[in-house]
């Protein structure tokens, strides 16, 4: 058979075409089902917190994942229900999502919703709360180095003697964690004295905190450290603070980070003076990237621990860092993580 320029010119056209058309399949094959038709895929995020910045970042973080997988993402909010949060995870069951993001919540009201969900044969990860199932991978900011980090620093700034205030609500997972590490640096350093502790979950919670650390701070005029571990603690602390004109002569340390933190970190004076933190974010995609594992049936594994970094006033004021974007510009390990990233996952951004 004689190839005439027509003839050729035909081949190959007719290669290219086959070679787009095949091309499709083989693009979607790089991924794993069900994330070769992503728009099947709907997910749930049931949250128990949602007041304050770093909430808002979380929920930012898991809907810009789920945007970036191409999946339904539904965001059902039980402000502090937990009998509403319950209900939630039964409402996303009967949606009949793929898979559910657990945030936050009480054990005691989450544990048997959760396995209602797994039982259902819906994928299941929680963050910040546990659910007692072996079949929940945890995600974690890995609390009690969060507070290590903290409490670290506020040793180095004091030395090992001080009075102390410490602000505290148990049952709340992360922060039962970071209250083993409180635990632990009063066994080691015997000249830390908690004279008082105090908290809530009350909303506005900041405002709440400040009301109660205003009758702390009168009853125990010695403080002159207040460990508050939750960033709208330390809001609420540093009201009472600055209310009181003692922001020379208390630092606190928190966890959590946002750019209203490190907008009163910086003013002059104040007395925040360190923060440990992980980009909330960054823990948003977390959660999703490692839910979006599951379904594709992959092990995320049970514990899922995105590392903190330790921020401090002078470290804000000597890097010029006003915002979260300039903290994540500044510093690198702030701004991404690699946890629960499979190479075929799609990441924000990309």
């Known amino acids: 058979m004689k190839l005439t320029r027509r003839r050729f010119t035909r081949l190959v056209i007719g290669g290219a075409t086959a070679l787009m058309l095949g091309g499709l399949p083989a693009m979607a094959a790089d991924k794993p089902a069900p994330f070769d038709q992503p728009e099947k895929v709907s997910i749930a995020l049931v949250r128990y917190l949602s007041t304050g910045d770093f909430f808002q970042a979380y929920l930012t973080g898991a809907q810009e994942q789920a945007k970036a997988l191409g999946v339904e993402l539904r965001v059902l909010d039980s402000r502090q229900d937990a009998a509403l949060q319950a209900d939630m995870v039964d409402q996303a069951i009967a ?41 929940v991978p945890q995600i974690e900011q890995s609390d009690r180095d969060l507070a290590r980090l903290a409490l670290e620093q506020a040793v180095k700034d004091n030395g090992e003697a001080f009075q102390a205030a410490y602000v505290y609500v148990p049952g709340i997972a992360p922060l039962d964690r970071r209250d083993e590490t409180w635990k632990t640096f009063k066994g080691k ?133 006003k915002n979260m974007e300039e903290l994540s510009q500044k510093l690198p390990q702030f701004a991404s993580t690699d946890v629960a990233s499979p190479d075929w996952m799609p990441k924000v951004g990309e």
């Not at 396995?115 to 910040?128: C, E, L, P, T, Y």
């Not at 403080?223 to 960033?231: E, G, K, R, S, W």
């Open 95 to 135: 949606l009949g999502v793929d898979g559910i993001v657990v945030q936050h919540g009480l054990t005691e009201s989450m544990t048997a919703a959760v396995q209602r969900a797994v039982d259902a044969g819906i994928k299941v990860v929680a963050f910040d709360v546990d659910v007692q199932n072996d079949k």
């Open 189 to 321: 350093y015997s000249g830390i004295e908690e004279v008082a502790q105090f908290g809530t979950l009350d909303n506005p919670i900041a405002n709440s905190v400040a009301n109660q650390a205003s009758a702390v701070l009168r009853a125990n005029p010695g403080v002159t450290v207040v460990f508050a571990p939750y960033d709208e603690f330390a809001k609420g602390v540093k009201i009472a603070v600055d209310e009181a004109g003692l922001s020379s002569d208390i630092k606190i340390y928190s966890a959590d980070i946002s750019t209203a933190d490190i907008q009163a970190m910086r003013e002059d004076p104040s007395a925040w003076v360190a923060t440990a933190a992980t980009n909330p974010q960054l823990i948003g995609e977390v959660s999703v990237r490692a839910l979006a594992m599951l379904l594709a049936g992959e092990d995320p594994g049970h514990n899922v621990v995105v590392p903190p970094t330790l921020v401090t006033r002078d470290m804000l004021l000597e890097s010029d860092i």
